[in-house]
């Protein structure tokens, strides 16, 4: 179990893993822990967000939308590869998924079928929406999937977990195709050998 790490730790260990932040208002204080705890932390989830627009993308993400109150993650990784902090705390991203597939990242070993929707994610992951609209056709830039590789592995270096701890939405929420374009087994072999 991890508790998790300050604020100023997180832009610390991004910025040490050559990330480039953008600060997002008051992104430090803004959450939603009056909903329920955040943590212990476990993992890294990854999302694609169906918008398009840098500007669009980090407003909707810091802020929600009707139904949806934000933070909608913790940072905004826009296609020119930059880590917008939009959020730190509890944060509606991951939504309920499957007590097995957490229990699989808690322990780092393969992940089973995400059939069920019985636990609370926002409580135990990390989150990262990625400006791509999630057809299959919207390219994903290097500069992109770079910026997902060195979050995914500062807060894996930091926490001291592998990358089986880095999951994507599809992999943990029955119904849930995000991030469409690239496989997360090919982003956890990209974080694995930043790691080592």
């Known amino acids: 179990m991890a508790p998790p790490m300050s604020a100023a730790r997180f832009l610390d260990i991004l910025r040490n893993e050559g990330v480039t932040v953008v600060e997002v208002g008051d992104w430090e204080h803004h959450h939603r822990n009056h909903r329920g705890p955040w943590g212990p932390v476990h993992g890294v989830m990854i999302h694609h967000t169906v918008t398009s627009g840098a500007e669009a993308t980090v407003r909707i993400c810091r802020d929600g939308y009707a139904g949806l109150p934000g933070p909608l993650c913790h940072g905004v990784i826009t296609k020119d590869g930059r880590v917008h902090l939009v959020g730190y705390g509890r944060a509606n991203h991951a939504g309920l998924g499957d007590d097995d597939v957490l229990k ?15 636990t609370d994610g926002n409580r135990h ?3 990262f929406e990625c400006e791509n609209l999630g057809d299959g056709e919207d390219p994903w830039p290097e500069a992109q999937l770079d910026a997902v590789e060195r979050v995914s592995a500062a807060i894996c270096r930091h926490h001291r977990w592998t990358e089986r701890s880095v999951i994507g939405h599809l992999e943990w929420q029955p119904g849930k195709t995000d991030p469409k374009g690239f496989t997360m087994a090919a982003m956890r072999e990209r974080i694995r050998d930043r790691l080592n």
């Open 104 to 118: 699989a990242v808690v322990a780092e070993r393969a992940l089973p079928p995400d059939n069920e929707a019985n």
């Open 125 to 127: 992951f990390y989150g």
